[in-house]
């Protein structure tokens, strides 16, 4: 019987290799995001920072909803809150329709916060992706595709796209 090569594609060393390469590159998304939050960390942190996003993204939100979408406890959530309101990034309003309700919303300076956060991680992976050969763009496209759809998170917008989208996190 032939011996099989440990590393041929559909072996365990296979997947092996690729969850490393992943893992890596895992590292290498987080430090890109971190980076972008540059001249906010001293205001926010990268979980307060998903917040933002998320509201961003929602608009005005329950506190239990939002706590439900970041996967944390509603006390958690009321810390982040409680924070972002006193850097001025999100307000509390009253529900107009349900005056016992109390929904979160961005500040005019937490949007502005998501758009210059967003606008400085795009730059910054553009920079690293503009060193691949258009090969291996294609071959990154198609293997990322795949690597998001398997996992069940949907596209990032176009760059041309006004609307700020989840930071790698789906909602």
């Known amino acids: 019987m032939p011996e099989r090569d440990a590393h041929a594609p559909g072996t365990m060393d296979d997947v092996d290799a690729v969850t490393r390469a992943v893992l890596t590159a895992s590292r290498l998304l987080v430090a890109v995001s971190a980076r972008s939050l540059a001249g906010t960390e001293e205001r926010v942190t990268l979980p307060q920072f998903r917040m933002l996003v998320v509201l961003a993204t929602r608009g005005a939100t329950k506190l239990v909803t939002l706590a439900d979408l970041l996967q944390v406890a509603p006390s958690t959530a009321m810390r982040m809150v409680d924070r972002l309101i006193a ?44 060193l691949l050969r258009p090969t291996q763009r294609l071959a990154l496209v198609e293997a990322l595709n795949a690597f998001n759809e398997a ?15 989840p930071l790698g996190w789906a909602i």
Request: negative net charge; charged residues 35%; aromatic residues 0%.
């Open 87 to 130: 850097a001025g990034l999100a307000e509390r309003k009253g529900n107009p329709d349900n005056r016992r309700e109390t929904l979160l919303r961005l500040t005019e300076e937490g949007r502005r916060t998501v758009e210059h956060v967003t606008a400085r991680r795009r730059s910054e992976m553009t920079a690293i992706v503009e």
């Open 151 to 165: 996992g069940g998170e949907p596209p990032a917008p176009t760059a041309d796209t006004p609307d700020p989208h």
